[in-house]
T-cell receptor, first 109, second 115 residues
Framework: GQNIDQPTEMTATEGAIVQINCTYQ??????LFWYQQHAGEAPTFLSY??LDGLEEKGRFSSFLSRSKGYSYLLLKELQMKDSASYLC??????????WGAGTKLIIKP | DTAVSQTPKYLVTQMGNDKSIKCEQN?????MYWYKQDSKKFLKIMFS???????INETVPNRFSPKSPDKAHLNLHINSLELGDSAVYFC??????????????FGDGTRLSIL
């Protein structure tokens, strides 16, 4: 079966750095997405990785290792507004998007 | 100039009723989707649809049916609503064609509560 694992919840301090991990086992791989979802709102696109390595976009970076079936989202200089759920999703060999359950990130002052 | 809009935002109704949720996208995208997000916040794909192909998640009861009058609209019709249908339903769209790795853009969701 297809499976995406990410921690259910994480807590971090304002101004700090946090890394949210995602491991996947899917039938084929055509890329990995990270989305942010604030409570009561729609998911919004953060990043897409299809090749190994680190993609940096402002305070957010996303890393992929295809051989390990592993990705992480790195958030730097955390702000209170970063409190949200972060969803990992993988495109399988049929270009179907397989979603993780999301990681709820709580930022404390 | 909302990109993906769905109505209504809130829907409260009784068990056994039939209801529809509407979705429109003005992004010119080829493919539209319906998702269900339950109380545990897990996003489950229900349907994906473009002008060529409807893909149905086999776990979706046939009480749920997508209806697409044109490329910019994908409505969700639900018959004989049940208590377990209470959830947030998200519409989304993406540009495909030869670029099937494009991100999906989501509507604000419809919060369905069954009494």
């Amino acid at each position: 079966g297809q499976n995406i694992d990410q921690p259910t919840e994480m807590t971090a301090t304002e101004g700090a750095i946090v890394q949210i991990n995602c491991t996947y086992q899917t039938s084929g791989f055509n890329g990995l997405f990270w989305y942010q979802q604030h409570a009561g709102e729609a998911p919004t696109f953060l990043s897409y990785n299809v090749l190994d390595g680190l993609e940096e976009k402002g305070r957010f970076s996303s890393f992929l290792s295809r051989s390990k079936g592993y990705s992480y989202l790195l958030l730097k200089e955390l702000q209170m507004k970063d409190s949200a759920s972060y969803l990992c999703a993988v495109l399988d060999s049929n270009y179907q998007l397989i979603w993780g359950a999301g990681t709820k990130l709580i930022i404390k002052p | 100039d909302t990109a993906v809009s769905q109505t209504p935002k809130y829907l409260v109704t009784q068990m056994g009723n039939d209801k529809s949720i509407k979705c429109e996208q003005n992004l010119g995208h080829d493919t539209m989707y319906w998702y269900k997000q339950d109380s545990k916040k897990f996003l489950k794909i229900m349907f994906s649809y473009n002008n060529k192909e409807l893909i149905i998640n086999e776990t979706v009861p046939n009480r749920f049916s997508p209806k697409s009058p044109d490329k910019a609209h994908l409505n969700l019709h639900i018959n004989s609503l049940e208590l377990g249908d209470s959830a947030v339903y998200f519409c989304a769209s993406s540009q495909e064609g030869g670029h099937r790795n494009q991100p999906q853009h989501f509507g604000d969701g419809t919060r369905l509560s069954i009494l």
